[in-house]
C-alpha cells in the first residue's frame, strides 16, 4: 500500500540531496522531504518539528549536537542513516543505525537502500499482495459491524494486544485506513450485509 | 524548475496546469496576456513572495520552506487557507458529488455498489464540513483577534480573556486528518468494487480525488507546520507581555 514517508535529509550537498530525493523515487518510495544544510545545537528542534521517520544525515554536521543523547525519546522509532563520503573512519558512526556511502555505484546504493527500507516496514516486499487470513475476516467483520477493540477481544477470545495487530495487519494489506472504508469493503465482498451495520453510519 | 517571478503566467500554466486554481485562489483569473507572474501580482494587489511560495510547494512536492513560510503574518495565511475552504465546499466537492450523480443513471454497476460510494461520500462531505466550520468559526477568528491584540492593543476581550482556557496547541492536538477517508474512498473505487462495464466516470471521479487529497495535503502541512508555530509566538510574546501595565 502507498504509504507517504516522511523522511528528514541533514546534509549540506544540495546535489547529494537531490541525488538522494531521485534513488529515492526511482525506487518507488513516495515521500515527503524536508531538508536542512546545516544543524547548530537544533538536531533535536529539528526532529521535533518534523517527526520524521528516517534521517539521513551527515554525520559532520551532527557531530557537535550528540552530546550522547542518540537514546533520547525522541529517537524513538527514527531511523537515522549516516551519508559517508569515504570508505571508513567518519567520528560517530556508532550513533546511526545504519551508513551508507554516496559515493558507491548506482545498484550498491540501491540494494542497500531497499535492505534498509524493508527491513524496517518501509516496504513490504511481496507481502501487499497476500490475502487476508480467516482470522483477520472474522476481525474485520466486527470492526465493520462497529464494535470497539474492547467489545472483539472479548468475543473472539484474544487480547486487546492481539487485536490491534490485526487491525494493523488488515490495513496494510487492504490499503483502508478507516471504519467506514473497512465496512465499505466488508459489504462489497459480502463479509457482512449492509443491513447489518450498527448503528446508522452507512 | 521552480516558478519565479519574471515567468510569464501564460507560461507558467503550460508547465504546470494543476496550477491555474491555486492562482484563481488569489483572485489572478484567466486571461493573462504577456504578462509575467510580477506584474499581475502587482495589479492585483497580491504579496509576490507569499504568492510564489505557496504556488511553489505545489509545483514541487519536495519544496517545502518552512522557514521562509514562518515569515508571513498569521492574517495572510488565514485569508489564503479561507480561500482555499471556499474552494473545497463551494466547487470541488459540488464537483465531485455532481460526478457521482451521474453514476446513478449509469446501468454498468449494481444499485448497491451506487449506494455505498454514494453514502460514503455524503458522509465524507459532511465531516469535511465539520472540520471547515469549526477552523473558520473558532480557530480562524481567535488567532485574528490575537494578531490584532498584539499590533494596535485593540481586539475582541472576550477571545483574548479566552486565551487562558484555549490555546493553539488544543488545535493542534484535535486537528484531525481529512485525508485518510480519501484514501480510503480511491482504494476501494480502484481496488474493491465489482468491476463495472463501463469505468469513464470513475475515472473522473478518481481524477477528482486525487486532485483533491493533494490539495489537503499540502493544505494540512501548512496549517500544521506554519500556522501552529506562528501562533504559538504570538501566544508567547502574549503572555510575556501581559504582564507588562502598558498593555494592561
Ligand atoms: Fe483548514
Ligand atoms: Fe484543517
Keep these: ?202 | 524548475m521552480l516558478i519565479n517571478q519574471d515567468m510569464k503566467m501564460a507560461d507558467v500554466i503550460h508547465l504546470n496546469h494543476h496550477l491555474l486554481h491555486v492562482i484563481n485562489r488569489f483572485g489572478i483569473q484567466l486571461g493573462y496576456g504577456e504578462k509575467t507572474v510580477k506584474q499581475l501580482c502587482a495589479e492585483h494587489d497580491v504579496p509576490l513572495s507569499f504568492f510564489l511560495e505557496i504556488v511553489n510547494t505545489f509545483h514541487d512536492p519536495g519544496y517545502f520552506p518552512v522557514e521562509n513560510l514562518l515569515q508571513f503574518k498569521a492574517s495572510r495565511l488565514i485569508a489564503y487557507l479561507h480561500e482555499t475552504h471556499r474552494y473545497y465546499l463551494d466547487f470541488r466537492i459540488p464537483e465531485i458529488a455532481n460526478y457521482i450523480q451521474r453514476l446513478r443513471d449509469d446501468d454498468g454497476f449494481g444499485p448497491e455498489v451506487k449506494l455505498l460510494i454514494q453514502s460514503f461520500f455524503s458522509q465524507y462531505t459532511h465531516e469535511l464540513t465539520q472540520h471547515i466550520n469549526r477552523e473558520e468559526q473558532r480557530v480562524y477568528p481567535y488567532v485574528l483577534s490575537l494578531e490584532k491584540y498584539l499590533e494596535s492593543g485593540g481586539g475582541d476581550k472576550e477571545l483574548i480573556g479566552s486565551l487562558k482556557q484555549y490555546s493553539i496547541h488544543e488545535y493542534e492536538e484535535e486537528h484531525d486528518d481529512v485525508e485518510s477517508k480519501l484514501f480510503d474512498l480511491k482504494n476501494i473505487i480502484i481496488k474493491y468494487i465489482p468491476s463495472p462495464r463501463d469505468s469513464r466516470v470513475l475515472n473522473l471521479i478518481l481524477h477528482e480525488l486525487f486532485e483533491l487529497e493533494n490539495d489537503l495535503n499540502n493544505h494540512a502541512h501548512i496549517e500544521d507546520l506554519i500556522l501552529v508555530p506562528i501562533v504559538e509566538k504570538m501566544e508567547q510574546e502574549f503572555l510575556s507581555g501581559s504582564n507588562n501595565p502598558k498593555i494592561l
Excluded at chain 1, 528542534?45 to 550522547?68: C, M, T
Excluded at chain 1, 464494535?147 to 477470545?157: A, G, W, Y
Aim: glycine fraction near 6%.
Design chain 1, 1 to 202: 500500500m502507498i504509504e507517504v514517508v516522511k523522511i528528514l535529509f541533514v546534509e549540506p550537498s544540495y546535489i547529494v540531496r537531490e541525488g538522494l530525493k531521485t534513488v529515492l523515487s526511482r525506487m518507488g518510495i513516495a515521500f515527503r522531504a524536508e531538508e536542512a544544510e546545516e544543524v547548530r545545537d537544533n538536531f533535536q528542534r529539528l526532529l521535533e518539528k518534523h517527526k520524521p521517520q528516517i534521517v539521513f544525515a551527515n554525520p559532520d554536521l551532527l557531530a557537535k549536537s550528540w552530546h550522547g543523547n542518540r537514546s533520547a525519546a525522541i529517537f524513538e522509532g527514527v531511523v537515522l542513516i549516516g551519508l559517508m563520503s569515504k570508505e571508513s573512519g567518519e567520528a560517530d558512526s556508532a550513533h546511526f543505525d545504519f551508513l551508507i556511502n554516496t559515493r558507491h555505484p548506482r545498484q550498491e546504493i540501491t540494494q542497500a537502500l531497499m535492505n534498509i527500507l524493508s527491513k524496517n516496514g518501509f516496504i513490504s516486499g511481496e507481502t501487499d499482495s497476500e490475502n487476508i487470513s480467516d482470522r483477520e475476516t472474522d476481525v474485520l467483520r466486527l470492526v465493520a459491524l462497529g464494535f470497539t477493540n474492547n467489545e472483539i477481544s472479548d468475543r473472539l477470545f484474544i487480547s486487546v494486544h492481539t487485536v490491534m495487530t490485526h487491525r494493523k495487519n488488515i490495513t496494510r494489506k487492504l490499503g483502508i485506513k478507516t471504519v467506514s472504508g473497512l465496512t465499505v469493503y466488508a459489504i462489497l465482498n459480502k463479509i457482512i450485509e449492509a443491513g447489518e451495520v450498527k448503528g446508522s453510519s452507512l
